[in-house]
């Protein structure tokens, strides 16, 4: 088996996502209370253009011809892409710094309004993009619902890092009391995102013979890490720390075991990135 593309293509992928869906987060809280959420909102918005830049250097990395990304840019392709990829993040990157000034500076005007909906328009793209790119290049493991799990797998692993980050750091008085239920937040997108990782295996299972053996790749040589490190460590078990975490009295959390799944969600997120882009460049 030859793999092109080494481990900093999935980190790439990872990073890129943990920003966007920080973002994501930021924007959302932004728009539901930002005076409430103001530490949760200054911290994602700082890190979702760090993160995503930090992706992007491991994939120039990788490539070994960082000059090919200015060239992207210079020589834009309407017909490319990779064009309209490298365009789309190069926009959040600009967009998300610049809402981050806003919100550093409190200017909570018009502008601010536009460029948090601006921001939230290009994460959701990129965050489609990532799994697009790889059905476009048209091998067979990287098919189906990629799209659509991208997106899911972003979001929940950039809420449960910014999670995590308000548990260990947070001292914010402002942000306690009633608010989000973020217990149920979390399972919801860990349900969805676990029907995602399904219906991609699926689509390998009764697909053609090329992915049928994908599928056997799935159940043999990386069983242990599809159904141990992703459903099981990944998401069954933070579903179930959750969940009894939403059965606490109202607006209570267990700290120990949100921290727990933040981290094994997080890392299941990571998992599922590389399983995917491990499986699309086996050659049989």
């Given at each position: 088996m030859?793999?092109?593309?080494?481990?900093?293509i999935?980190?790439?992928?990872?990073?890129?996502?943990?920003?966007?869906?920080?973002?994501?987060l930021?924007?959302?809280?932004?728009?539901?209370?930002?005076?409430?959420?103001?530490w949760?909102?200054?911290?994602?918005?700082?890190?979702?253009?760090?993160?995503?830049?930090?992706?992007l250097?491991?994939?120039?990395?990788?490539?070994?011809?960082?000059?090919?990304?200015?060239?992207?840019?210079?020589?834009?392709?309407?017909?490319?892409?990779?064009?309209?990829?490298?365009?789309?993040?190069?926009?959040?990157?600009?967009?998300?710094?610049?809402?981050?000034w806003?919100?550093?500076?409190?200017?909570?005007d018009?502008?601010?309004?536009?460029?948090?909906?601006?921001?939230?328009?290009?994460?959701?793209?990129?965050?489609?993009?990532?799994?697009?790119?790889?059905?476009?290049?048209?091998?067979?493991?990287?098919s189906?619902?990629?799209?659509?799990?991208?997106?899911?797998v972003?979001?929940?692993?950039?809420?449960?890092?910014m999670?995590?980050?308000?548990?260990?750091?947070?001292?914010n008085?402002?942000?306690k009391?009633?608010?989000l239920?973020?217990?149920i937040?979390?399972?919801?997108?860990?349900?969805?995102?676990?029907?995602?990782?399904?219906?991609?295996?699926?689509?390998l299972?009764?697909?053609?013979?090329?992915?049928?053996?994908i599928?056997?790749?799935?159940?043999g040589?990386?069983?242990l890490?599809?159904?141990?490190g992703?459903?099981?460590?990944?998401?069954?078990?933070?579903?179930?720390?959750?969940f009894?975490?939403?059965?606490?009295?109202?607006?209570?959390?267990?700290?120990?075991?949100?921290?727990a799944?933040?981290?094994?969600?997080?890392s299941g997120?990571?998992?599922?990135?590389?399983?995917?882009?491990?499986?699309?460049?086996?050659?049989?």
């Open positions: 030859f793999y092109a593309w080494d481990f900093r999935s980190l790439d992928f990872f990073f890129g996502g943990l920003g966007l869906g920080a973002f994501l930021a924007a959302s809280t932004y728009y539901i209370n930002r005076e409430r959420y103001r949760t909102i200054r911290v994602a918005s700082f890190l979702a253009p760090v993160f995503v830049v930090i992706g250097l491991f994939l120039l990395s990788e490539l070994g011809r960082p000059e090919k990304a200015i060239i992207t840019l210079w020589n834009f392709n309407p017909t490319s892409l990779i064009s309209w990829g490298g365009l789309l993040q190069f926009l959040f990157i600009i967009v998300a710094a610049l809402f981050y806003k919100i550093k500076k409190e200017q909570y018009k502008m601010t309004h536009f460029i948090t909906g601006l921001g939230s328009a290009l994460a959701l793209l990129i965050c489609i993009y990532h799994g697009y790119l790889l059905t476009s290049i048209g091998r067979d493991a990287w189906g619902v990629l799209p659509l799990l991208f997106l899911l972003s979001v929940l692993s950039g809420f449960a890092f999670v995590l980050l308000n548990i260990l750091f947070n001292k008085d402002q942000e009391g009633p608010g239920n973020l217990p937040i979390m399972i919801f997108l860990i349900v969805f995102t676990g029907i995602g990782v399904f219906s991609w295996i699926y689509g299972y009764v697909g053609n013979a090329e992915k049928i053996l599928y056997k790749l799935i159940t040589k990386y069983a890490m599809t159904f141990g992703i459903f099981a460590a990944g998401l069954m078990a933070p579903g179930i720390l959750f009894l975490n939403s059965k606490l009295k109202k607006n209570s959390i267990n700290k120990i075991s949100t921290i799944g933040c981290i094994l969600v997080i997120s990571f998992l599922i990135r590389h399983l995917i882009l491990l499986l699309g460049q086996t050659s049989f």
